[in-house]
């Protein structure tokens, strides 16, 4: 035991303050900083003493049910990334709304992203362009790859529609009926919208088993357990962290034979727009996760190497937010340059919002009528402002059918964006 003097000093260390509250770094990674890492047994005297100490500031988020006792520390990094998400989310958001051009196209494309990273991660076979044409056609899904795309973009318009709805068990059922529609085969079919009764396993991508979902007989109550924590505990949690621990633990409980992580992910996007966080619409979290590597897979082990400690998977996920934001942030800044080209190019307001709808989604096309439709103009009037698009590069005419639509020419835009944004500022 320390005494209260040795515990505060301790607390107001170099070490402690650098590599907990400005970082939060594991026993290895710290190990392998430390001068101390050359003493084996004066190193594991000083990692336990981090470890007490961390604990001892710690949140607990205690599952009795499964006599596993997750926990978290709220450093300072923690903090400044909910205030800095929150921040340039807000920021974002509340400029995406002030563009009204481009407003539902924006979030429509946000949520189309999130559909397709989703299912591409979870391993859905497919591209970018096809799984874009497949979600604005309106076609029934001819494959088991549509249907995981269908199912994650109805998913995330459940969510939506039903934000105000309390978390509940069925509400979890009912995500996960909707993530797995028409994807599930054999024995698993039978379990869609259900917990599995049976054990199920995680394999890496070398066939070695990652973890082990809890027994079957106390997910009920696992489950039961995890929302109460999450909605009502007794402590402060920011919103953004509710919704972290809820993909955790759902991720750990493993409550179904398949769409776990689907299902995880989307109850993160559930939890955080219950408590009116807009911003989160924007974003696509599994397309952070698929550029990652396997960081997304080390933050779940780092966990469980470190006593339970929910901090390192948090830490990444806040990451991947202000990560995905900064994605974000640079679209919304493209959109606003296009605005440039009004002058020189002698274009008027609805051909300008007209190229910042179609930059969203090179593969998204327009028809005259439709364009005509957009800005209450007659159809000869659509018909020229395109055609003159199409003259100055920005658009290309295809045959469709016996109809004519058009295509945003991207990288012709981006380059005549570039040289105004030059020009504007010399």
Known sequence: MFSPK???????????????????????????RSNLG?????????????MVT????????????INLKFWFFPSDSIQKKLIEIERLGTQLYDKIVAHSEFKESFLAD??????????IYEGANTTRAKAKQLLESGKRPASKDDWMLLNNFEALNWIKENRSNQLTT????????????NTLTGDDANFCGKFRNDSVVVNSALGRIVHEGI??????DAIKETIQKVTSHPRYLHPL?????????IAYIHPFFDGNGRTARTLFYFKSMKHDLKFVELLSISAHLKNSGNHYERAFEKVKKHDWDLTYFIDYCLESLLA??????????????INLLKVPFSINENQIGLLQRLALNKYRPVSIEKYAEEINKSREVARQELKTLVELGFLREEKSGKKFVYFVESKKLKEKVSHEEVMSIL
């Open 54 to 65: 961390r604990k001892r500031g710690a949140v607990p988020v205690f599952l009795d049910s």
């Open 110 to 119: 946000a949520e189309i992203e999130e559909a397709i990273s989703s299912a």
């Open 6 to 32: 040795e515990d505060f000093d301790f607390m107001n260390s170099e070490t402690w303050l650098k590599y907990t509250h400005e970082r939060y770094l594991g026993e290895d990674e710290l190990k392998h």
């Open 38 to 50: 050359h003493e084996p047994l004066k190193w594991d005297e000083y990692w336990q003493r981090i």
């Open 170 to 181: 069925d509400s979890i059922l009912k995500i996960h009926q909707i993530v797995t529609k």
């Open 324 to 337: 995905a934001l900064k994605i974000v942030e640079g679209k919304v800044a493209y959109l606003i340059k």
């Open 241 to 249: 962290i509710k919704g972290i621990l809820l993909h955790y633990l």
């Open 215 to 220: 027994h079957f007989s106390k997910i009920n």
